[in-house]
């Protein structure tokens, strides 16, 4: 797995690629100081994951994830930060970020690379907890508007839950493919990319 690492902190960047390289599985194939220069980076080394932080001189981590995924919509960033405020979380989760976990808790960091790096999500219960409660939910839309059914709706509530498509299949007595197909003209309808922005879309219309 290659991991390029981002944080204007020199010394925490060589500490994190020490850290990192303790596991045979990752190489840290580069390190960047700056937004701009994770950019620039992630052209040129096309690593596996983006570790990012979020605040930093110049260009944020959260304007460098969104340039990135904007020429690179299957980027996978993965924002490591000592801020769990609720204006950088709601960001990273409507960009497509692949997950938000805190500095603090370091000994999750090599765990959530890993499940990043096999298509999973990582945001720590500390985040997932704090979803309901930051997003507006005043602007209330009718989704039969978009062309959603009902049992998509159903759908749609559960991945808001947090079940993978084999808890949903099973708790809606169909097959993980039918889930898959599901899932596919569900975001296709509504113009998402992935299951993350789906639960933001969920809890802020629902």
Same mark, same amino acid.
């Given at each position: =797995?290659?991991?390029?690492?981002? +944080?204007?902190?020199? &010394?925490?960047?060589?500490?994190?690629?020490?850290?990192?390289?303790? +596991?045979? @599985?990752?190489?840290?194939?580069? =390190?960047?100081?700056?937004?701009? +220069?994770?950019?620039?980076?992630?052209?040129r080394l096309k690593p596996d994951i983006i570790l990012m932080d979020i605040r930093m001189n110049g260009m944020s981590g959260l304007e460098a994830?969104?340039?990135?995924?904007?020429?690179?919509?299957?980027?996978?960033? &993965?924002?490591?930060?000592?801020?769990?405020? +609720? @204006?950088? %979380? %709601?960001?990273?989760?409507?960009?497509?970020?692949? /997950?938000?976990?805190?500095?603090q808790n370091f000994e999750s960091i090599i765990p959530s690379l890993k499940a990043v790096h096999i298509g999973q999500f990582?945001?720590?219960?500390?985040?997932?907890?704090? %979803?309901?409660?930051?997003?507006?939910?005043?602007?209330?839309?009718?989704?039969?508007?978009?062309?959603?059914?009902?049992?998509?709706?159903?759908? %749609?509530?559960?991945?808001? @839950?947090? &079940?993978?498509?084999? @808890?949903?299949?099973?708790?809606?007595? !169909?097959?993980? /493919?039918?889930?898959?197909?599901?899932?596919?003209?569900? !975001?296709?309808?509504?113009? !998402?990319?992935?299951?993350?922005?789906?639960?933001?879309?969920?809890?802020?219309?629902?």
């Amino acid at each position: =797995m290659k991991v390029l690492v981002v +944080d204007d902190d020199k &010394l925490i960047c060589t500490a994190l690629k020490t850290i990192l390289e303790s +596991d045979e @599985e990752i190489a840290v194939v580069g =390190m960047a100081y700056s937004g701009n +220069d994770a950019v620039d980076l992630y052209d040129r080394l096309k690593p596996d994951i983006i570790l990012m932080d979020i605040r930093m001189n110049g260009m944020s981590g959260l304007e460098a994830g969104e340039a990135i995924l904007k020429a690179d919509k299957n980027a996978k960033i &993965l924002f490591l930060t000592t801020f769990a405020d +609720d @204006e950088y %979380i %709601i960001k990273a989760l409507k960009m497509g970020a692949r /997950g938000y976990i805190l500095k603090q808790n370091f000994e999750s960091i090599i765990p959530s690379l890993k499940a990043v790096h096999i298509g999973q999500f990582v945001f720590g219960e500390d985040i997932v907890s704090k %979803i309901p409660s930051f997003i507006n939910n005043t602007n209330k839309v009718n989704f039969s508007n978009f062309g959603i059914s009902q049992k998509e709706l159903e759908i %749609i509530t559960l991945v808001a @839950e947090g &079940l993978n498509n084999k @808890e949903i299949a099973a708790r809606l007595f !169909l097959s993980e /493919g039918t889930v898959r197909n599901y899932l596919s003209n569900i !975001l296709e309808k509504l113009n !998402l990319r992935d299951r993350t922005q789906l639960a933001v879309f969920y809890y802020k219309n629902r």
